[in-house]
């Protein structure tokens, strides 16, 4: 496995928070024991994704550098097997 961690930023201004990234911020309790200690989750004060024509698009997550829009626990899930399969096979994604 990489020695880096998988790093997810939540957005939490006020539209992605009101939108679901208030819930979003507890996704580590969610989480299969074996792929917590290899996320960091960070909760950011604004990823500044979202423009008058994406605020439609929140809440906003990035992991590992990719933008995710109408996040989702479930969503952030599949991105994080994606990494964690890939991390295991020795592959990047």
Do not use: H
Request: net charge negative; with cysteine; hydrophobic share 40%.
């Amino acid at each position: 496995m990489c020695a880096d961690k998988i790093k997810i930023d939540i957005c939490c201004g006020t539209t992605c928070y009101l939108l679901g990234a208030a819930d979003l911020v507890q996704l580590e309790a969610k989480l299969p024991d074996e792929w917590k200690d290899k996320v960091e989750i960070a909760a950011v004060p604004c990823l500044e994704a979202c423009t008058t024509d994406k605020l439609g698009q929140a809440p906003f997550v990035r992991v590992n550098g990719e933008l995710i829009p109408r996040a989702s626990a479930e969503a952030i899930c599949e991105c994080l097997f994606e990494l964690i399969s890939g991390q295991t096979r020795g592959g990047a994604r």
